[in-house]
């Protein structure tokens, strides 16, 4: 496993994209459940979610 200080781009993403899912939370709960921009959102949500995960494996690995 590479040590933390070598992975430093990768773990601002990983932050940048956590802040980006909180963002983005915050906007669709202020939306109504079935307004478009809601779904689209939502979907948005759906990656950078996968996004972070996929990010989060590479870095820690699976234990």
């Given at each position: 496993m590479p040590l933390p200080l070598l992975n430093w781009q990768?773990?601002?993403?990983?932050?940048?994209?956590?802040?980006?899912?909180?963002?983005?939370?915050?906007?669709i709960q202020s939306l109504r459940p079935h307004a478009h921009k809601r779904?689209?959102?939502e979907g948005r949500y759906v990656r950078i979610t996968a996004r972070l995960i996929a990010l989060?494996?590479?870095?820690?690995?699976r234990k």
């Open positions: 990768d773990l601002t993403e990983a932050e940048r994209l956590q802040q980006d899912r909180e963002r983005l939370l915050k906007r779904i689209v959102l989060e494996i590479s870095l820690y690995g």
